[in-house]
């Protein structure tokens, strides 16, 4: 996962250990940072408060360590789900009950009414001793041998959503995962809307991104047996449709569910169900979504705009683009024009070549880096300002969202800021598009 983007906006002291220091952060935003965990902890204690009443803790002693080990909340159902799911994947041979402790068959109802009392008694101070352990160790600065199962959930709760989205910092990551109450799915289907994703860019469960950006969490949660972690998480999706039960667990209950979260799945038949679910949970909570930092929609839109010159070069002929147009197009291949971006960029390469060819041939074989990186943000502050130019009332953060909701279709997103209620300066840029239809990339390279 580290070749799809560079996570930058950890705070290089508690959570996020390895990610590097967040360059600028003031103190409000620590500050911010250091609430919404101390938030999120909070939801985290409730829920493994849920998750360990619903455990026969003493006819089955060997489920507290394995809950204080691999317990973590995240996975592909909701918290306390996952946290019970997560436990019992790691629940090998020694997960029987006690030597002589018997499993609730005594004869007559009193005694078994009697019975019943006293295990729960005494599963309900086991509840409270081990609960005591997860809330005892909440400090950030603690060194991550001497975390908590909580502390370690919330640290792959972060390392999944800053891997798996690009350029997501993680003092936003803390911030949807503390309107999404420390849940996953949730939090990604509110990134999703948040920042206008694209159908093709769509959350899949059984997409390659998904798989790594799990197995980066469980690392970094220090998991002891991340495969069987992984295996139980992939299991655990066949079985949310069926009302997974999370109440009162029965000794038998628990060695069938894990066993069941020990066999992988090859395929997945209802990949959606883990997201309905959570578009379900998603609307009890009372989310109110705060504008995204500017620097987090630029970051967005770049790697978009990075995406148009990848596919404006292999719409150029290769043999006339190593030869001849490479200079235009890292000159004044921008993406802005009457057209869309693609077009742009190639009218653009085509126009300053002819107006302004290359002192020289060359037939070069690879690209500057840093000069395509040049271009592609000056594209974008062209975009920018095009469109504070054609719009009144605008900021510059409200344009880049505009720009990031019409997938960066100027002609679009005019329209949608003058829909909006925003004053359109002048109707010549919304005209631009009818001249596109009688242009042709062929036309154009025969021209050339």
């Known amino acids: 996962?580290?070749?799809?983007?560079?996570?930058?906006?950890?705070?290089?002291?508690?959570?996020?250990e390895g990610a590097g220091t967040?360059?600028?952060?003031?103190?409000?935003?620590?500050?911010?940072?250091?609430?919404?965990r101390r938030l999120i902890l909070e939801f985290m204690y409730g829920y493994y408060d849920e998750a360990l009443a619903a455990l026969p803790l003493e006819r089955m002693p060997t489920l507290a360590p394995r809950l204080l080990e691999s317990g973590v909340c995240f996975g592909f159902g909701d918290p306390v789900t996952n946290i019970i799911a997560n436990t019992l994947s790691v629940l090998g041979a020694d997960g029987e009950p006690a030597r002589g402790e018997p499993v609730l068959e005594p004869a007559g109802a009193r005694n078994r009414k009697r019975k019943r009392k006293a295990l729960r008694e005494r599963d309900a101070r086991a509840r409270e001793e081990i609960l005591s352990k997860i809330v005892a160790g909440d400090?950030?600065?603690?060194?991550?041998?001497?975390?908590?199962?909580?502390?370690?959930?919330?640290?792959?709760?972060?390392?999944?959503?800053?891997?798996?989205?690009?350029?997501?910092?993680t003092w936003d990551a803390l911030r949807y995962l503390c309107l999404c109450h420390a849940d996953l799915l949730a939090a990604v289907r509110l990134i999703e809307l948040d920042r206008c994703h694209r159908r093709q860019d769509k959350f899949r469960i059984n997409s390659n991104a998904v798989k790594v950006a799990l197995k980066c969490a469980a690392l970094s949660a220090r998991l002891p047996n991340v495969d069987a972690f992984l295996t139980?998480?992939?299991?655990?999706?066949?079985?949310?449709?069926?009302?997974?039960?999370?109440?009162g667990l029965s000794v038998q209950d628990v060695a069938r569910l894990s066993q069941l979260l020990?066999?992988?799945?090859?395929?997945?038949?209802?990949?959606?169900?883990?997201?309905?679910?959570?578009?379900?949970?998603?609307?009890?909570?009372?989310?109110?979504?705060?504008?995204?930092?500017?620097?987090?929609?630029?970051?967005i839109l770049l790697d978009r705009i990075h995406a148009v010159y990848l596919k404006a070069i292999t719409r150029i002929p290769i043999e006339d683009f190593r030869r001849r147009y490479q200079h235009g197009f890292l000159?004044?291949?921008?993406?802005?024009?009457?057209f869309n971006p693609l077009f742009n960029i190639i009218v653009n390469?085509?126009?300053?070549?002819a107006v302004f060819p290359a002192p020289q041939a060359l037939?070069?074989?690879?690209?500057?880096?840093?000069?395509?990186?040049?271009?592609?943000?000056?594209?974008?502050?062209?975009?920018?300002?095009?469109?504070?130019?054609?719009?009144?009332g605008l900021s510059e953060h409200d344009v880049m969202i505009y720009l990031l909701k019409s997938n960066l279709d100027l002609n679009q997103a005019i329209e949608m800021a003058g829909k909006d209620g925003y004053q359109i300066l002048s109707n010549k840029q919304l005209r631009w598009q009818e001249k596109m239809d009688t242009w042709s990339l062929d036309d154009l390279f025969a021209q050339k």
């Not at 580290?2 to 508690?14: E, K, P, T």
């Open 232 to 247: 139980g998480s992939s299991a655990l999706v066949s079985h949310l449709a069926n009302n997974m039960p999370r109440r």
């Open 262 to 299: 020990k066999k992988p799945l090859l395929e997945l038949k209802k990949p959606s169900i883990p997201l309905d679910l959570a578009a379900v949970r998603c609307r009890q909570y009372d989310i109110k979504v705060q504008p995204m930092l500017k620097e987090s929609v630029r970051a």
């Open 1 to 16: 996962m580290a070749g799809r983007r560079r996570r930058f906006g950890s705070d290089g002291d508690g959570n996020g």
């Open 363 to 392: 037939e070069l074989d690879v690209m500057c880096t840093r000069m395509l990186i040049r271009i592609e943000s000056r594209s974008l502050d062209g975009l920018i300002n095009l469109l504070l130019c054609c719009t009144y």
């Open 139 to 169: 400090d950030v600065r603690s060194p991550p041998e001497a975390r908590t199962i909580a502390e370690h959930s919330l640290e792959g709760l972060v390392t999944f959503l800053t891997s798996y989205f690009r350029y997501l910092p």
């Open 349 to 353: 390469t085509i126009w300053y070549d």
């Open 331 to 338: 000159k004044a291949g921008y993406c802005y024009g009457p």
């Open 22 to 36: 967040a360059p600028n952060l003031s103190d409000a935003s620590r500050v911010g940072m250091d609430r919404n």
